[in-house]
Every structure is written in structure tokens, then in C-alpha cells.
């Protein structure tokens, strides 16, 4: 919010400086963001009057200008401006002057073989907007020439952008700023007193019908004739410019006006048009939520369709203003407006919130209500505007209704116990210059009460504290208060403490587990990758958003796998060749129980990891499936982690025939496979690519093992290794592993290793059948194996397979 300091300073005493001031503010949590020291804007510029104008001899569109700036002599200066002209009151930028919203330093010149001492300027050269395109031209008679311009354009001042926090709705006014300054420095507030409202003559035409009283529990809606539409005095136009609000009528900058200094948001409709839109003399104002596909045209002149979270204010059930956020164009306060109806209302923060999200619209006023506009100050807040109407635009008021369902005023501030002992116990010694001490009753007591709060003493160093009722929304436990106490006390100024005994840190086991698959991946050379967890909707079981930002993530992702292969053909697009990298990220799905959400890891792999390809004259290498399955296995194998791969055809994104399940002590791991020939094409892959996809959560259990986590010492064998070869016709459907299982089971106590060396599937090979052979290793630990201690074990093993699978020996 911009503060400006003159307008500040109507409302609290202030002795410090604007620098001071900042500090003050942003250690109290109210960060300045910027000092707009308005003062060097037209430091310089002076109140001139122009005497003569005559065409300039050497340029069309020049003017040689006689001025007056008050001084002995009178001054020539060139002007090109189209509005200049004589017996004018003008802003001069006298020779020395420094402009610097145009970087621009007056000096004697000549233009178009004329001398020139100085400029007349217009508001956009000293920094204002204007919509004229020209001189500034004052409207005052008799102005004092050569007087400083500052003060007559609202320059005399200096504006704090302050970032208030969302816990402190109050601070979005000046008088809440006003109430926080007095309480930090200590100044004296004095903040203007509304009176009552007289009503001229209770005979209007209006009633109220709230349908949603939970979401606006207090309108009050002011039938106000004999509006004279008109500019606003220089002083209203100049508070509104320092906040950065444009000027509109006198109307509009008095709602504008309440709506800075109390934080109350208004709404002034124009009374003739809202009979005209409500069709009728008789108007009832409403209150409730949208129709689905009810449209309303805004004052920002768009047409909106609104939802059934759209709180809505009527005239006759006829949407006229979306509540809260923004008035209707249909029914705006324009210069023909001769009567208003003023709203002022209280909404609900959370309905406000929805609609306004909704709407795809943030204004000052939903800005307001999102964060808790002041329950207990409404009506103080109408009267107000009401008053500057009577006396800014002649304003009669003639009839008012009020529908007020808020709780009752006992409630709008409540009590708190306060510990002494309990705030010296959270916030620690203070520093007394050379010693240290603690906060005493005193200091508590005039802390809390410079913020409005009433202490009442209930007990040996405790006390029952009320709350007051623009602070009630923050201050809710002990502790709020404690922290009231922290902030204005100062948090420089208590003892920085540390730990008596510092311990070290330590990571969680699966924070130890998931970056060294980070490592271990990235070792395999894989990059990892991070994707949204939003996607388009369209599959089964996709858990939808109902509040998306946009229509292409309205729907979290039901695997990692589809992401992955959208990258890959987006790198390829690129220019940037395959794609070789992983991901952990969590999915989403719907079951009939409910949502459920699990931590996945997968992959693609299918770029040539290799550097060199001078060997291939410049061509990649397609990686094969074996490669891809290598690069699991690796780093399973760092892991000391056994998985098995089971052929598994159940993802159609995947090619039927190269496709695996993983499992992991029975217990199933993922997949892994090639992408579908079908989808490699649409997606212009190239013909090897592979992906993977694993549950985090099953990893990390298998993981969680002594056995694997702590490495065991196995001791090896000095004594020379005996290796026999057997090779077998065996039906493809039996696999390599489960062939391997018996082997390893049959040669228990001898068998070091087993290794498949060949497969060969084509002549003299039986059909449905393949050609394997195995080289198995025999090793003792305590001696050197005879021929007559191996023989027989390896029998048992081609015993076992012939018995097993019923495959043909071939040696």
C-alpha cells in the first residue's frame, strides 16, 4: 500500500524523518519496499504566468513565450506545446533545474536561432499522470509568481510503499497505519470523528433482500438526490494520486477515498439506471450467489460468465455488481447521475476469495474482504462517505436500510489471559546496555495498550487482555500477543541465544536411499529430470481439479512413464538428439475407496551413451534391450539388491514381446520395456528406446535391510576353479532365470556361478525351441576339486534340467 506521509501525518503526530520512519516500519514487519521522495521532483519549478506568445520566426510548431517568474526581468522561452497561450498561470523549470522523471537539467539554450532560459512544464515531465497532452495550466487566479509549484501539485511530499503482511487486513488503510505508527513511536493520534447521518426525509423507494446472510452479514444500502456530479477539490484529487488511484468524479473519489482511509470498501450505484436495469420504480437490493452461465458486464467493460460461486449484489433478482470484487457497467455512476444508492457491506472473506478466483478478477476492494475487512466500523465508514457526499456533491440523503445479521458487538473483540513469566519464557533476556534483564508488567502494559488493547490484572503477574475490534482476526492466543509484544518492543533489542550442546544432523534412511539412486542413475549417465505433476485429462482413473489454472493441467498425472516420452520426442524436436534420464515424483489416482498417491522412479533410456563415434564415421548406435536392462541391473547391483525380471505384457505403450515385470522378494517392482513400435512412430522416436517405471515406496523397503545396507565380508576361495560348459535345446517359453534357479539349486555347495555365453535359434534347432549354453563354474573354499567330485554334481544339474523342462542335451 502507498502511504503518503502528508496524509499520514493529518491522521498521528510523526517527529521522525521519512528514512527513520521506513526503519521503523520494517522492523516492526511492515516492509518499506521503496521511498518516493516526491520533494526532488520539481525541485525548482515555479509559478509563472505567461505575458506574450508569438510564433516562432523558424519553426511551425514553436512558440516564443514571454514569462513572468517573479523576478526583475521577465524570461524568453521556447515552447512547443499547442495549449500555450497568453494570461496564463504555468509551472517554469527556472535554468539550473534538475527534472528527474526526465533526466533532464535546465540550461540557456537556443532553439531554432532563439534563446531559451528555462521550460514550462507539463504534469508529466514533474512525474504526475495526466491525460492532457500539453502544458499544465493552473486553475487558480492570482497565484504568487515565482512561488514553489510543490505544494499546489501535491509534490511536497513523500510515499512509503509498504508490504503489509496477509495476518494485518487493518494495515490496508491509513487509518490502521496511522493507529500502528502511534503505537511504535509513541505519537498522537488523531483521527477524524464521523457524526451521526441525517436523513432528510425517510420516503425512498428501496428495500433489501439478503438471501445469503452467512456470506454478507451487514448491508447497508443509502438512497442519496440532488447528486451534483462534478471534479473533486485539489485535496481529494491529490490523496487519491499519492495512492496511485486515477481521479474519476466527486462520487467515485469518495468511495475511492473510505475505501484507503478506513479500509472499508463502497460501491455507489446510480439510482435511475438500477430502476431502469430492475424494471421498476420499486427497487430491492440482493444478495445472492450466480446462476451457472449468468453473465454480467463489469466495469472493466467485459462480459463474464459467471459460476455458482459468483456472490452477486441484485436490483429485482437482476445482477448488477459482482459482490465484494467489482461493480456492473449497466448501473456506474456517470456525469448525468442525479441520485445514488451508496452500498456499504460486509462479506464474507472466504466467499469473496471463491468468487473472485473464480472470475479471474482481483480488485482493491476483493483485496480487502479476502483478508477481513472491520466488522464494528461499517456504519462509521458509511457515514463518512456519506458526509463528504453531502458536501462535496450536494448530496440528500432521504432514505436508508440496514440488514444486519452479524454476531453481537460483545463478541467483536474477545479476551485473553497474558503470563508475564510465559512472555519471558518464549522471548528470553533483553539487553540492559552492559547486563541483561527481562520484561517487566510495565513494559507489557504499554505495549499492548498503545495497540488498543484494555489490561485488567487477574492474577500475581498475569492479566485478562481485550482485544480490540479492528485487531481481531490476528490476536487469538497467548502467543499473538507475545508476538505483539516482540514486534513493537523491538527484535533488536533482545539477547541473541544459542543451543547449550549443538548435535549433529542426520538424514532420514530413505533421504540416504533416494540420493544415492540419484547418484547411482546419474553414474549410469542419466540425467534427472522434473516434470509437472499437472497433465491434461482424458485417462481413467485421473483425479480432476475443479479450480485448474489453465484447461491443459486440470489433472494430475496417473504414471511418470508419459511424461518421459513426451520429453524425449520434445528433445529430438529440439534438435537435442535422445533422451537419456530419470524422475522421482509422486502419481494420483482415483480408486472407489477414495485418492490414493504413491512415490514413483522411472526412466527412458535410448540416446548412444558413448562419446566418440569416429569409430562409427559419425552414427549412432542404437542401445539394445539387454543395454537398457544392464543399466537397472547395475544399479541394483550397487544395492547388493536381487530382482527378478518376469515376461509381462500389460501396458500397451509397451512392445509385447520386450517387455518385463521387476519383482523384489515377491513383492512386484515395476516394469521395464521398449515403447510400442506404434507409438515410436507417431512420436518420431527412434527404433531403441526404453523406459522404466518403479515403485519407490516397494525399493526402499527391500532396501531397509541390514543385510543389504551393511556389506558383509565373504571370504574367496585360494584354491583354482573347475568350469564345465552344458548346452541343451530348451523350449522358448521357459526362461533364462528359471533355468538358472534349478542350475543354482541342483549344484548347491560346488557351484560358484552360472553363465549364459550362447543362444542361437534358427537351422538344425528344433521349432519352438532354442539352442543355450551355460558355462558353469565349480569352486571349494578348502581344496582343489577332482574330476570325480565335479562329475557328479554337474550330472545332477543336466539330470535336473532334463527332469525340469525336458530339454534335449547336446553336450
Not at 427497487?283 to 454480467?296: H, K, P, S, Y
Not at 490476528?474 to 505483539?484: A, Q, V
Not at 525336458?806 to 553336450?811: E, F, K, N, Q
Request: aromatic share 6%; glycine share 8%; with cysteine.
Amino acid at each position: 500500500m502507498r502511504i503518503s506521509l502528508n496524509w499520514l501525518r493529518e491522521l498521528v503526530e510523526i517527529k521522525l524523518s521519512p528514512e527513520e520512519l521506513a526503519e521503523t516500519l520494517t522492523i516492526a514487519g511492515f516492509e518499506v519496499e521503496d521511498i518516493e521522495d516526491r520533494r526532488t521532483w520539481a525541485n525548482g519549478v515555479v509559478v509563472g504566468r505567461v505575458l506574450e506568445r508569438q510564433p516562432h520566426p523558424n519553426a511551425d510548431k514553436l512558440s516564443v513565450c514571454t514569462v513572468d517568474i517573479g523576478a526583475d526581468e521577465t524570461v524568453n522561452i521556447v515552447c512547443g506545446a499547442a495549449n500555450v497561450r497568453a494570461d496564463i498561470y504555468v509551472p517554469v523549470a527556472t535554468t539550473g533545474t534538475y527534472l528527474p522523471n526526465i533526466d533532464l537539467k535546465i540550461k540557456p539554450a537556443k532553439l531554432r536561432g532563439v534563446s531559451s532560459n528555462g521550460m514550462i512544464c507539463s504534469l508529466k515531465e514533474l512525474g504526475l499522470p495526466t491525460d492532457i497532452d500539453g502544458i499544465h495550466i493552473f486553475t487558480q487566479e492570482n497565484l504568487p509568481l515565482g512561488s514553489d509549484v510543490r505544494p499546489l501539485l501535491g509534490l511536497e511530499d513523500v510515499i512509503l510503499d509498504v508490504a503489509t503482511t496477509a495476518n494485518r487486513a487493518d494495515a490496508l488503510s491509513m487509518v490502521g497505519i496511522a493507529r500502528e505508527v502511534a503505537a511504535l513511536t509513541g505519537g498522537k493520534l488523531s483521527i477524524p470523528a464521523t457524526g451521526e447521518v441525517t436523513i432528510i426525509k425517510d420516503t425512498g423507494n428501496l428495500g433489501l433482500k439478503i438471501s445469503e446472510p452467512q456470506a454478507c452479514p451487514a448491508y447497508i444500502g443509502t438512497v442519496i438526490e440532488q447528486i451534483k456530479i462534478a471534479p473533486s477539490p485539489e485535496w481529494l484529487k491529490q490523496r487519491l494520486l499519492a495512492a496511485g488511484v486515477r481521479p474519476i468524479n466527486n462520487v467515485v473519489d469518495i468511495t475511492n477515498f473510505v475505501l484507503l482511509e478506513r479500509g472499508q470498501p463502497l460501491h455507489a450505484f446510480d439510482s435511475d439506471r438500477l430502476k431502469s436495469v430492475a424494471g421498476g420504480e420499486n427497487l430491492t437490493i440482493g444478495v445472492r450467489f450466480a446462476d451457472a452461465g449468468e453473465t454480467l458486464k463489469t466495469l472493466d467493460g467485459q462480459t463474464r460468465t459467471l459460476s455458482i460461486q459468483n456472490l452477486l449484489i441484485t436490483a429485482n433478482h437482476k445482477a448488477v455488481a459482482l459482490a465484494g470484487v467489482m461493480g456492473g457497467e449497466e448501473t456506474e455512476v456517470h456525469q448525468g447521475t442525479q441520485s445514488l444508492v451508496l452500498e456499504a457491506a460486509l462479506f464474507d472473506s472466504v466467499a469473496i476469495r471463491r468468487s473472485s478466483r473464480s472470475a479471474g478478477l482481483r480488485s482493491e476492494a476483493s483485496g480487502r474482504y479476502e483478508r477481513g475487512v472491520n466488522r464494528a466500523e461499517l456504519e462509521i465508514a458509511c457515514n463518512r462517505a456519506l458526509s463528504l457526499i453531502s458536501e462535496l456533491a450536494a448530496g440528500v440523503i432521504v432514505h436508508q436500510e440496514v440488514s444486519d445479521h452479524r454476531p453481537d458487538s460483545s463478541t467483536w473483540s474477545h479476551s485473553i489471559a497474558l503470563r508475564l513469566d510465559r512472555v519471558n519464557e518464549v522471548l528470553g533476556p533483553i539487553e540492559l546496555g552492559v547486563e541483561t534483564g527481562v520484561l517487566e508488567a510495565q513494559d507489557v502494559e504499554k505495549i499492548l495498550t498503545a495497540l488498543g488493547c484494555e489490561l485488567v490484572v487477574s492474577g500475581d503477574r498475569t492479566w485478562t487482555v481485550t482485544v480490540p475490534p479492528y485487531r481481531y482476526r490476528d490476536l487469538e492466543r497467548e502467543i499473538d500477543l507475545i508476538e505483539e509484544i516482540a514486534r513493537l518492543y523491538g527484535y533488536d533489542k533482545f539477547c541473541d541465544t544459542l543451543p547449550e550442546k549443538a548435535e549433529a544432523g542426520y538424514l532420514p534412511l530413505d533421504q540416504e536411499l533416494i540420493r544415492k539412486l540419484r547418484a547411482y542413475f546419474r553414474a549410469e549417465g542419466l540425467t534427472e529430470l522434473i516434470h509437472y505433476s499437472l497433465v491434461k485429462p482424458g485417462e481413467s482413473q485421473q483425479v480432476i481439479l475443479t479450480n485448474p489454472l489453465f484447461a491443459e493441467y486440470s489433472a494430475l498425472r496417473t504414471d511418470l512413464i508419459a511424461g518421459l516420452i513426451d520429453a524425449c520426442q520434445y528433445n529430438i524436436e529440439q534438435g537435442n538428439g535422445v533422451l537419456n534420464g530419470f524422475e522421482i515424483g509422486r502419481i494420483f489416482w482415483r480408486e472407489e475407496e477414495g485418492l490414493e498417491e504413491a512415490e514413483m522412479l522411472a526412466g527412458i533410456i535410448g540416446g548412444d551413451s558413448t562419446l566418440g563415434k569416429w569409430s562409427r564415421s559419425g552414427r549412432e548406435q542404437p542401445i539394445t534391450w539387454f543395454e537398457a536392462k544392464g543399466i537397472l541391473e547395475s544399479v541394483f547391483k550397487q544395492f547388493s539388491l536381487l530382482v527378478e525380471f518376469q515376461p509381462e505384457n500389460r501396458d500397451s505403450r509397451l512392445h509385447p514381446g520386450r517387455t518385463a515385470s521387476l519383482w523384489v522378494r515377491g513383492n512386484r517392482l515395476g516394469t521395464f520395456g521398449q515403447v510400442h513400435p506404434q507409438l515410436r512412430k507417431e512420436k518420431g522416436l527412434p527404433e531403441a528406446v526404453y523406459v522404466f517405471q518403479l515403485s519407490l515406496d516397494v525399493l526402499l523397503n527391500a532396501l531397509d535391510d541390514d543385510n543389504v545396507l551393511v556389506p558383509k565380508f565373504n571370504s574367496y576361495s585360494t584354491y583354482p576353479a573347475s568350469d564345465r560348459d552344458i548346452a541343451f535345446f530348451a523350449p522358448v517359453k521357459v526362461t533364462v532365470s528359471e533355468i538358472e534357479k534349478v542350475i543354482t539349486k541342483a549344484g548347491k555347495g560346488l557351484l560358484d556361478s552360472v553363465e549364459l555365453f550362447d543362444e542361437y535359434r534358427g537351422e538344425h534347432v528344433p521349432e519352438g525351441q532354442r539352442s543355450l549354453a551355460f558355462r558353469l563354474v565349480y569352486r571349494s573354499s578348502d581344496r582343489t576339486l577332482t574330476e570325480n567330485e565335479v562329475e557328479p554334481v554337474h550330472n545332477k544339474v543336466r539330470t535336473a534340467l532334463v527332469e525340469k523342462f525336458g530339454v534335449s542335451l547336446r553336450s
